[in-house]
């Protein structure tokens, strides 16, 4: 890593009013210092404190800022130079094309943050995390971002791996002196498996909301034609997004509306009405209904209180009845059929909508979301599934088997563990997790 890399950190995808250039490695002060004045210009210029200027170059001249960081005290730990420019794309192209002819070569995509990983500022973890940060779309999405970037989220496993890695120092010195080893070194290394297992299925379970946290809870809502689905839908995202029509069978097809709730992402989902049609194009939106409730996190199944319970109902309850779900009565301003419902509203006016969006939260046990922490990469999910497996055949064979085989299984367990750590993950990972960042990041 002794060349010097340059790259725009901000988006040249639309204009803006500044653009941030970065420069990092051993040359980067000289090479920003042979293009950048000032009236005062030091020889050698004072970290953290920013120069107004100008960027001379062959055909133009533009007035902007530098300011210089002094490695190991910067992002990369490298020494790193900054030039905060006008936002327009031609002269933030000319000053890059500039700084390259210097001697700066063009980063690839997530090198500045590699470098940073490497030179030991961040942890492979916490780099991810810096990814989830930047792909966020939702409060919930980056407050559990930031807890990876701060360690919290994997703040056991790295204690975990602590304890694994004594728990096998005592295990190979059992085998190699044996009349040497205290009494107690057996159960001492049981229980820091134990310690790691637990850490590692708490983990794992929490895996079960990364999709809601990461890409929004999909709600379905559901019921008989011209119940007040759509309605439903315009009251919960406060806009007229669906077709209102008192025509039974408007609906043909699922409509989706994003909204964030309490710092969570719902979609909802407005299917066609579900009953029996001789209408091609109305089965064909029957069955993608009932794809969508298949695929739903939470079902909103919508009555009409102004009539009697129909044999189609049963057959949506029985769709539903493994699936979170919430009994709506709609049109509780005119009910004339006494129906049990979850909630009693009218979608027309908004009354008892709160309500909804109340249970919805609850049933997505928003709470947990928030305090908890939640593993959301997958490569860590495959990593930990297959630490899981190892340590539960080390703690079943353990005392059983010969010393050599379990010790082999948590020597295992700890190498999965070390690919979510970063201690023993390989260049191909590293390689793969980097090149999913943006040029510049």
């Not at 990092?24 to 210029?45: H, N, T």
């Not at 989902?269 to 029957?286: C, P």
């Amino acid at each position: 890593m002794t060349d010097t890399i340059v790259a725009v950190a901000t988006s040249l995808a639309t204009t803006s009013a500044i653009n941030i250039i970065k420069v990092s490695g051993e040359d980067a002060f000289a090479i920003v210092q042979s293009v950048f004045s000032c009236r005062k210009k030091p020889d050698s210029p004072e970290p953290n404190y920013m120069y107004l200027g100008r960027i001379v170059g062959k055909n133009f001249s533009e007035r902007a800022f530098c300011v210089f960081f002094k490695g190991p005290h910067s992002y990369t730990g490298e020494d790193v130079a900054e030039v905060h420019c006008h936002g327009g794309i031609g002269v933030t192209q000319a000053i890059v094309r500039l700084l390259r002819e210097k001697g700066a070569r063009p980063a690839q995509a997530g090198e500045f943050t590699k470098r940073a990983f490497l030179n030991g500022k961040l942890t492979l973890a916490e780099a991810e995390g810096l990814l989830d940060v930047i792909n966020a779309e939702s409060e919930s999405a980056i407050h559990n971002a930031y807890r990876l970037v701060g360690g919290q989220l994997l703040q056991g496993l790295y204690e975990s791996e602590k304890r694994l890695i004594a728990a096998m120092a005592m295990m190979e010195v059992k085998l190699d002196y044996p009349e040497e080893v205290e009494e107690d070194t057996f159960p001492k290394a049981q229980e820091a498996l134990r310690f790691a297992l637990k850490e590692v299925n708490a983990l794992l379970a929490s895996a079960a909301y990364a999709k809601i946290v990461k890409s929004g809870a999909d709600v379905a809502i559901v019921g008989l034609p011209n119940v007040g689905k759509s309605t439903l839908l315009n009251a919960l995202v406060r806009s007229d997004r669906a077709i209102v029509s008192d025509i039974a069978g408007t609906t043909r097809d699922v409509l989706c509306e994003s909204i964030e709730l309490s710092g969570m992402r719902l979609n909802f989902l407005d299917t066609a009405g579900i009953r029996e049609s001789g209408d091609v194009i109305e089965k064909i939106g029957v069955e993608r209904s009932k794809k969508a409730i298949e695929g739903a996190d939470i079902v909103l199944f919508i009555t009409d209180l102004t009539c009697p319970i129909t044999e189609s109902e049963a057959e949506i309850a029985s769709l539903i009845r493994n699936k979170k779900h919430i009994l709506i009565g709609n049109k509780a301003d005119k009910k004339a059929y006494p129906r049990e419902a979850d909630c009693y509203i009218c979608a027309k006016t908004g009354e008892g909508v709160d309500e909804v969006t109340d249970k919805i939260l609850s049933l997505l046990n928003r709470d947990a979301v928030y305090t908890q922490g939640i593993l959301t990469n997958e490569r860590h999910v495959a990593a930990l599934t297959e630490c899981e497996k190892y340590l539960t055949a080390a703690l079943d064979t353990f005392g059983i088997a010969p010393m050599e085989c379990t010790l082999a299984d948590v020597r295992s367990s700890l190498n999965a563990l070390g690919t979510v750590t970063g201690t023993g993950v390989s260049d191909a990972v590293i390689d793969n997790v980097f090149s999913n960042f943006c040029v510049g990041k």
